[in-house]
């Protein structure tokens, strides 16, 4: 059974960082694209960052040059660092694992579609 743990939420100024942690658990875990996702109250949810199995990682424009993500296959974990928070960065943050379709496939899976398991969700807060 695929588990996906997500920690590390919470209320932050404007400006500040936060680093989310998603734990994995129930999947070869070096071999799946990992995704975070976001979702505003009343918004449909977005897509915010990807790490292919190579370490290799794409990023929606929102968030690019402030927000990095990486993995760490030891520990089956995926994080996402967020500097420079802006009060449009608040929403409930998503893990998502990809089961790969194939041996070594590199893509960029943007849509919520293209996941098959998700975390609960942890809530981040940016004041103004």
């Known amino acids: 059974q695929v588990q996906l743990v997500e920690s590390g939420g919470g209320l932050v100024q404007a400006g500040g960082s936060l680093r989310l942690s998603c734990a994995a658990s129930?999947?070869?875990?070096?071999?799946?694209?990992m995704g975070w996702f976001r979702q505003a109250p009343g918004k449909a949810r977005q897509f915010v960052t990807g790490i292919w199995w190579t370490g290799g990682a794409y990023y929606a424009d929102s968030v690019k040059g402030r927000f990095t993500i990486s993995r760490d296959n030891a520990k089956n974990t995926v994080y996402l660092q967020m500097n420079s928070l802006k009060p449009e960065d608040t929403a409930t943050y998503y893990c998502?694992?990809?089961?790969?379709?194939?041996?070594?496939?590199?893509?960029?899976?943007?849509?919520?579609?293209?996941?098959?398991?998700w975390g609960q969700g942890t809530q981040v807060t940016v004041s103004s």
């Open positions: 129930g999947l070869t875990f070096s071999r799946y694209t």
């Open positions: 998502a694992a990809r089961r790969p379709t194939s041996y070594s496939e590199i893509s960029y899976y943007r849509e919520e579609s293209d996941y098959n398991y």
